[in-house]
């Protein structure tokens, strides 16, 4: 059994993961709007825009976390960092509405960085350095 303890080296890959994903989403989020508006969305299709990353989490992120529970956290934290990549690249080559709706259901779905980055974080911390771990 290996001890467990919060080391540099197996806490940047994580925090390099959320750091990039927390910045791709302020970056996106306060621009996503204006992106729609750009294609003609009304009022209710921007909120669609807005509204689809977060629904398709709600299906994304438990399919994720059983996952990597089966096959382990770095394989999914893999998958999930490239898959938000090429939602990003989808986003950028978007040319209607619909491939941006598409784009932030492609990241909702399979984009779980946090959640499972959090589960990653749990594993490699004891009891005493969880709250210091997630914090």
């Known amino acids: 059994m290996t ?20 910045l791709g989403l302020t970056v996106i989020l306060p621009l996503l709007h204006l992106y729609a508006a750009a294609y003609g969305a009304t009022p209710l299709q921007i909120g669609l825009v807005a509204a689809a990353f977060p629904l398709a989490q709600l299906i994304g992120v438990p399919v994720m976390g059983a996952l990597s529970d089966r096959f382990g956290r770095k394989p999914l934290l893999l998958i999930s960092q ?42 490699i911390s004891d009891e005493q350095s969880r709250s210091r771990a997630w914090g």
């Open 3 to 22: 001890s467990k303890g919060l080391t540099f080296d197996r806490v940047v890959p994580i925090f390099t993961i959320v750091f990039v994903d927390v």
């Open 82 to 123: 490239i898959t938000t990549c090429i939602s990003f690249l989808m986003l950028a080559a978007a040319t209607s509405l619909e491939m941006i709706i598409l784009s932030r259901v492609v990241d909702g779905l399979f984009g779980a960085n946090l959640a499972t980055a959090q589960a990653a974080m749990t594993d």
